[in-house]
C-alpha cells in the first residue's frame, strides 16, 4: 500500500508541485487584494481564466503525444469571431447575413430566442471540433508534423476569422453575457430555475462563479471519461513510446486524430466563452498568438512533459491559473505591465528545466523511450 503511494506520488509530482504553487499564490493574492475572498473577485478571475483554461486543454492532448498544436489560439479567435454573429439572440426571422466591403452574403435565418442561441453555441462547437478534425487528418493523412501542419491550418483559422471580423464587432445576446460571466445566483435569475436562483438548499452555492462551474464540467463530463477510455490510453502510449504502442495492436491513426479533435473541442469552448464574455467577436492575431504561448506555458507548468506520455489536461488548468494570478499580482502592486512577460518567461524556464531533470538524470538516453 505504501509503495503504491509512493508511486503515485512520483508520477504526479509535477501536478502535485503545481497545485500546491497555486494555492499558495492564490492565498496571498486573495489576502493582497482590498476585496479579497469576496464573490466579486472570485467572477472576476473566472472570467480571465476560462479561455486560457480551455486552450490549454486543447494544447495538452497534442502535447501527450510528443506534438504541438500552433492552431489553437487562432482556432479559438475564429470560433470568437463565429459566436459574435450566432450568439446575438435576435427575434425569429432575423436574417443571417455578411456585409464585407460591399459584398453581402446571405447566409439564412436562425431560430431567435433560447432556441436560436443554443443553436449558435452548438454550431460554434461544432465548428471547432471540425477544425481540429481538419488538424488530425492532415497530420495522419498528410504524414506531416503536427508543429508544421498546425502552423500552417492556424494561418487559415486566422484568414477566416479575419474575413469574418475585419473590424471588432457583433453583439452577443445580453441576457447570455449576464449569465455566464457573473455567479451562479446571477445565472439562475437569468434564467429562471431554482426559484430565480432564491431556493434555501441553493443559498449556499449562489456565490460560486459561473466560469469555473463550467471548466470543472468540461472536465469530468469530457476529458475524465476520454482520458480513461482506450483511445485516451492510447495516447499516453503514443507519446511514451509510439513504436511500442503500434506493436501492441493499438489504432494509432483513431488515437492521433481523436486527439486533434478533442483538442478543437476544447478550443472552441475558449472563444465561444470569449465572445460571451467580451459580448462581441475581434479577429486579433497578437491576441491568438499571446493565447497559443501562453497556452504552451499552462501546459509545462502543470506538469505535462514535451516528451510526451504524462500529464493531463487538470494540471494544465492549474498551469493557466499560474499564469493568470501572476498577472493578477502586477495589478495589485501596480507592477508595469511590460515587466509581465519577462517573469511568465522566468517561471516558464524554470518549468521546463524542472522536467529536464528526469533527462540529466538518465545515464542512458534509451531509458527514455522505455
Not at 480571465?48 to 502535447?63: R, S
Not at 456585409?99 to 446571405?106: K, P, R, S, T, Y
Request: proline share 4%; aromatic share 10%.
Amino acid at each position: 500500500m505504501a509503495d503504491n503511494l509512493a508511486i503515485r506520488l512520483r508520477q504526479n509530482f509535477a501536478f502535485l508541485t503545481a497545485l500546491a504553487l497555486f494555492g499558495v499564490i492564490y492565498v496571498l493574492y486573495q489576502a493582497a487584494h482590498p476585496k479579497g475572498f469576496s464573490s466579486a473577485v472570485l467572477v472576476q478571475n473566472g472570467n480571465e481564466v476560462f479561455t486560457l483554461a480551455t486552450v490549454a486543454m486543447a494544447q495538452t492532448v497534442p502535447v501527450l503525444m510528443a506534438g504541438l498544436d500552433l492552431s489553437v489560439g487562432a482556432l479559438m479567435t475564429m470560433v470568437d469571431c463565429f459566436a459574435s454573429y450566432l450568439l446575438s439572440g435576435a427575434a425569429e426571422g432575423t436574417p443571417l447575413a455578411l456585409d464585407l466591403a460591399g459584398l453581402h452574403l446571405a447566409l439564412g435565418t436562425l431560430p431567435g430566442g433560447i432556441v436560436g442561441i443554443g443553436l449558435g453555441m452548438v454550431i460554434c462547437l461544432v465548428i471547432g471540433t471540425l477544425a481540429g478534425l481538419l488538424n488530425g487528418a492532415i497530420v495522419v493523412y498528410g504524414r506531416i508534423q503536427p508543429i508544421i501542419a498546425t502552423l500552417a491550418t492556424g494561418a487559415i483559422y486566422i484568414g477566416i476569422a479575419l474575413f469574418l471580423r475585419p473590424q471588432p464587432g457583433g453583439k452577443i445576446d445580453d441576457d447570455l453575457n449576464w449569465a455566464m460571466t457573473n455567479s451562479l445566483g446571477d445565472f439562475a435569475s437569468t434564467v429562471h430555475i431554482f426559484n430565480d436562483g432564491t431556493a434555501p438548499w441553493f443559498a449556499p452555492f449562489a456565490w460560486i462563479p459561473t466560469p469555473f462551474v463550467l471548466l470543472v464540467l468540461i472536465a469530468l463530463l469530457v476529458w475524465v471519461p476520454f482520458r480513461r477510455s482506450v483511445t485516451g490510453r492510447t495516447i499516453y502510449a503514443i507519446g511514451s513510446a509510439e513504436g511500442a504502442a503500434y506493436m501492441s495492436g493499438l489504432d494509432i491513426n483513431r488515437a492521433k486524430i481523436a486527439a486533434f479533435t478533442l483538442g478543437g473541442f476544447f478550443a472552441a469552448c475558449g472563444g465561444l466563452f470569449l465572445a460571451i464574455q467580451t459580448s462581441s467577436g475581434n479577429a486579433d492575431i497578437p491576441q491568438a498568438g499571446a493565447y497559443t504561448l501562453n497556452s504552451i506555458a499552462s501546459v509545462v507548468i502543470g506538469g505535462t512533459s514535451l516528451l510526451g506520455g504524462t500529464g493531463g489536461a487538470i494540471g494544465s488548468i492549474f498551469g493557466a491559473l499560474i499564469l493568470r494570478v501572476i498577472s493578477f499580482f502586477f495589478r495589485i502592486f501596480d507592477i508595469a505591465p511590460l515587466l509581465q512577460p519577462l517573469f511568465e518567461g522566468i517561471i516558464l524556464l524554470a518549468a521546463v528545466s524542472i522536467g529536464a531533470l528526469r533527462v540529466l538524470r538518465v545515464r542512458n538516453t534509451l531509458e527514455l523511450f522505455r
